[in-house]
Nanobody, 122 residues
């Protein structure tokens, strides 16, 4: 299993980015997916999750209304659209394959990508 995340970069506060995570080595369309982030010196935290068919989406309170998770099963890709970015959003963002339980728990994800760095300047 491989998860290749991309799309991070440096952006000013109020700006936007779209992260992508391309999956391979398993049947992508059968699994819910999630995005997490980890800021320097902090634990990895839940950002968003999406069910296998995109029918349901879940967000952390801190990003609700600003971030949008989506997926394209034909492309084996999950996306995270981030708008109205704030300096507090600065972190390495990771995608993961959900295996069951609660979406916000890192222990319920079997595989992780290498992460992509998002830096938001004030």
């Amino acid at each position: 299993v491989q998860l290749q995340a991309s799309g991070g970069g440096l952006v000013q506060a109020g700006g936007s980015l779209r992260l992508s995570c391309v999956a391979s080595g398993y049947t992508f369309r059968n699994y819910d997916m999630g995005w997490f982030r980890q800021a320097p010196g902090k634990e990895r935290e839940f950002v968003a999750a999406i069910t296998w068919n995109g029918g349901s989406r879940y967000y952390a309170d801190s990003v609700k209304g600003r971030f949008t998770i989506s997926r394209d099963n034909a492309k084996n890709t999950v996306y995270l659209r981030m708008d109205s970015l704030e300096p507090e959003d600065t972190a390495v963002y990771y995608c993961g394959v959900f295996t069951g339980g609660r979406y916000y728990s890192t222990g319920n994800y079997a595989y992780w990508g290498q992460g992509t760095l998002v830096t938001v300047s004030s």
